[in-house]
């Protein structure tokens, strides 16, 4: 049957097992089978007026590898990127698109890129990476996910916020960053205070940063008694950090 089918031109067959009535992914399946490379298919099917949406719900159904549809569908995009956000528009996970590109042949780190570049969320992005802690922050930030999203990510891990302070210190960010980075996944002021002093952040340090995380001085004042700080200095940061009496 495949050779015969391959005897006609893809498009008149295509045309006619749909008006057979088949349905989309048996039409996939048929023609996949038939050894017509994938990129035909999509470049046909999409001529016959079916969406993207259509076709890769069609190959989905239809037991195609996810690096097959991400071939097929370089037959409406240039580049990866690109065929990556149709994916995301169609309402595929970062995690799909992921195991498509690797099965295509990317690498982890070109994959993390082109989903960033593509739309997804760095929330998303970090549920497709398969690291140890130190070399997860450094991808993040490596492709300019914002400390805010890569709390959020080690938060979503369960990693304990005097860690994420750990972390988030080694990128060499500045102390506000990191307290707004905490404060972003609702951690509390003094969880956030007593983080950033096992940090090893001074009283002055932390007061400022909170005060420019939008933190009260009472707040700021109980958080740092609560983070244990020595209650002589807990005044002077306050000033420090420009906070009235």
């Known amino acids: 049957m495949g050779a015969r089918m391959q005897s006609l031109p893809l498009a008149d ?9 088949i349905a989309a992914d048996d039409c996939v399946t048929a023609l996949i089978a038939a050894d017509y490379p994938a990129p035909l298919v999509v470049d046909t099917l ?14 989905k159904t239809a037991g195609v590898k996810p690096g097959a549809l991400i071939a097929g569908l370089h037959a409406l995009h240039d580049t990866d990127v690109e065929v990556a956000a149709t994916l995301l528009k169609a309402g595929e996970s ?6 498509g590109l690797t099965d295509a042949g990317h690498n982890e780190t070109s994959v993390a890129a082109t989903l960033k570049r593509a739309g997804f969320a760095c929330a998303q992005i970090g549920k497709t990476l398969r690291l140890e802690r ?24 369960g ?10 210190k080694a990128l060499k960010l500045d102390r506000t960053y990191v307290a707004r980075a905490l404060k972003s996944i609702a951690a509390p002021v003094r969880e956030i205070a007593a983080a950033m002093r096992g940090g090893e952040y ?12 939008g933190f009260k001085a009472d707040e700021v004042g109980q958080a740092l008694t609560e983070a244990e700080f020595e209650q002589g200095e807990i005044p002077s940061a ?4 420009g906070y009235k009496r």
């Not at 990693?159 to 988030?168: D, F, G, K, N, R």
């Not at 001074?202 to 995380?213: E, G, H, P, Q």
């Not at 306050?238 to 950090?241: D, F, G, I, S």
Request: one cysteine or more; aromatic letters at 4%.
């Open 13 to 21: 067959v295509t045309s006619g097992l749909l008006a057979s009535g």
């Open 46 to 59: 999409t001529r016959l007026g079916l969406t993207a949406s259509d076709i890769v719900k069609a190959f």
């Open 94 to 99: 970062a995690e799909f698109v992921a195991a």
């Open 134 to 157: 130190p070399e997860l922050v450094a991808r993040l930030a490596a492709i300019k996910c914002s400390p805010e999203e890569i709390a959020s990510v080690l938060d979503a891990q």
């Open 159 to 168: 990693v304990p916020h005097a860690e994420i302070v750990a972390s988030l």
């Open 202 to 213: 001074t009283a002055n340090d932390v007061a400022l940063a909170l005060r420019l995380s």
């Open 238 to 241: 306050l000033a420090y950090a």
